[in-house]
């Protein structure tokens, strides 16, 4: 079950953007993908070129004719992560994601119990931070230290960067010597990615030069390789319970 799950500490970070972009560049790689919004303010469709208006079907919803954009499925999680029972059968594995399909799950920042429970099953956590003081001021929640080692591939992303100001050159450099090789990209500020918003248009439709278009990809082909990692890893954790099964 490929589940990514996108959240970070605080609103305003690009966290919806970054999970838009991986889910089409995933899709673009040749992964079957489908996006999950599954926070409140139902902002992720816009970076799909939808109107504001436009409703996403449910995740647990029957749909004959799924909603897709540039090949990724587009779902709302927001109703079903907060029924009573859906974070018993996380906890119990009966899953709602299934077979190859890869899931990008957009998670507000305040829901942080959801994000928390959410992880425990994703293949790769994907946090993702600007370079002003405000996000800095949230590395003690986030406990960088404890996320180099956790099990559940917590990784960090740098939106919006813009290397003629000095912060945020200075934050850049901090985050790179602090979070070492969990810093796996930068996304440089590009005002391409609010007009893309504001016409209705996907990123690499209204700016196919964009430099953050540009850097989203080497984001997702970062991604995919340590998604691929670790299946590898769990295919090797999983076979000795196997040939114990077996034996038994």
Known sequence: MPLIV???PKGGEGNSFVAAGLAQGLSLLGRDVVALDMTAADGLKSYFGL?????????????IDQLTVGGVGLRSG??????????????????PFDGETVFVADVASTDTGLAQVLRRRARLHVCTLTPTAMSLAQLPRINPA???GEPERTTFVLNQLDETRRFARH??????ELLGDKLIAQIHRD???NEAVGMLQTLARYAPASAALADMERLVIAVDGLCAGEAADETVRAAPRAAKNEAA
Do not use: K, N
């Open 171 to 176: 934050a850049a450099l901090f985050l790179r």
């Open 78 to 95: 927001w109703r079903a992560a907060h029924q009573p029972d859906f974070a018993e059968a996380l906890r119990a594995g009966d899953l």
């Open 6 to 8: 996108c959240h970070s």
């Open 146 to 148: 404890r996320a180099l």
């Open 191 to 193: 005002e391409a990615v």
């Open 51 to 63: 109107a504001p208006d436009q409703s996403l079907p449910d995740l647990e919803e029957e749909v």
